[in-house]
């Protein structure tokens, strides 16, 4: 059987973890990280739900609201990075960690002359007060990864954006010499352009010149790209195999049953029009981009600054970024929001 049949099979599973559960597990964890903070650290930490500060994200070296990794001990180190755990998929978790990793060989690499280097600059900023009822949400967050998680009466979970970036994409030298943290969004999209007929490539291949970094940057709301590139329903069964398991990669970072619930919403709308778009050349060592787009996702993807070894990947949902979507039932379905209409 194909690997991305097997791989939806496990997705569409009825004995996978709910979103309860998941959402519960994140719970958990983010009582028991918030109960190892004194007073001074829980004020940097915990913002209100509507506070402007959900919607700002970054992958660059910025400042940052929240609490950083600096600023724990390692008691409260642990409990924070259980959090990222119990949020992410043991892929997403290890990508996540290696990730943070990386700081030290950039720091190695750039000896001082580019900007601060510390992978313990990740931050955690908790919205609203965590409850089995209501909203609230969290943020992990530093260069090169952004998550960002809603969750809704317990039940529904928003876990989007999702950044994921390395620098280097592949580390050349030292002790992690070898490394490539997101070798697989890198690799699976070049065998799908490359297994293309050149017909197929015309539709395919929009550009032949890569942009220098994701269209969408950090936009608060993702734009939805030009309808470009090649629909899933133009390709051979195998293409098709190969560009699920590309979604899958990128969606697998995830906890299985958020992962089943992203999978379920391309199912809910059928797999046919999604458009796989690819810029810039096609060998290893080139200059790339490509996108992924249906009518409720973007995926995308580069890999063109520092001699095209330097990766930055993001999944966008267009209306449940932030639990946009789960929010807007909540409040419809809400009696308070109910009663207040009626008046």
């Known amino acids: 059987m194909p690997r991305f049949i097997l791989t939806l099979a496990i997705l569409l599973g009825t004995s996978l973890a709910s979103a309860a559960q998941t959402a519960s ?100 900023t908790f919205f609203g007060e965590p409850d089995a009822k209501g909203a609230w949400g969290w943020r992990y967050e530093g260069h090169h990864c952004s998550q960002n998680w809603t969750i809704v009466n317990g039940q529904s979970i928003g876990s989007s954006p999702q950044f994921f970036g390395a ?75 190969m560009l699920m398991a590309l979604i899958e990669e990128h969606l697998s970072a995830q906890p299985q049953a958020q992962a089943r619930k ?17 810029m810039g050349g096609l060998e290893k060592g080139d200059r790339h981009y490509y996108r992924v787009q249906g009518s409720t996702f973007l995926i995308e993807y580069d890999n063109t600054q520092n001699n095209a070894n330097h990766i930055h990947c993001v999944w966008r949902d267009f209306n449940g970024d932030w639990g946009e979507d789960i929010l807007a039932e909540h409040y419809r379905n809400s009696s308070h929001h109910q009663h207040a209409s009626a008046h």
């Not at 949020?87 to 690499?109: F, H, M, N, P, Q």
């Not at 620098?167 to 297994?195: H, I």
């Not at 590139?229 to 069964?237: D, E, H, Q």
């Not at 992203?262 to 690819?278: S, T």
Request: no cysteine; net charge positive; glycine share 6%.
């Open 25 to 124: 597990a994140m719970l958990d964890a983010t009582r028991a990280f918030l109960a190892t903070l004194d007073a001074a650290q829980k004020s940097k930490a915990v913002l209100p739900f509507n506070s402007e500060e959900r919607f700002r994200w970054f992958y660059t070296p910025v400042s940052r609201k929240g609490l950083p990794l600096k600023e724990m001990n390692p008691a409260q180190q642990r409990a924070a990075l259980a959090l990222l755990h119990a949020g992410l998929s043991e892929k997403g978790y290890s990508k996540a960690e290696t990730i943070r990793k990386l700081e030290d060989v950039l720091r190695e690499l750039e000896q001082g002359k580019g900007p601060t280097r510390d992978p313990e600059l990740y931050f955690f």
């Open 167 to 241: 620098n280097p994409a592949e580390v050349r030298e030292g002790p992690m010499k070898g490394t490539r943290v997101l070798s697989a969004e890198e690799d699976l999209g070049r065998s799908l352009v490359k297994s293309l007929t050149d017909a197929q490539k015309k539709d395919a291949v929009i550009n032949v010149a890569a942009p220098d970094d994701i269209l969408t940057n950090n936009q608060r709301k993702a734009a939805i790209q030009e309808d470009k590139g090649i629909a899933y329903s133009r390709l051979s069964k195998e293409q098709q195999g």
């Open 262 to 278: 992203r999978l379920d919403k391309l199912r809910h709308v059928g797999f046919d029009p999604i458009k796989f778009a690819w």
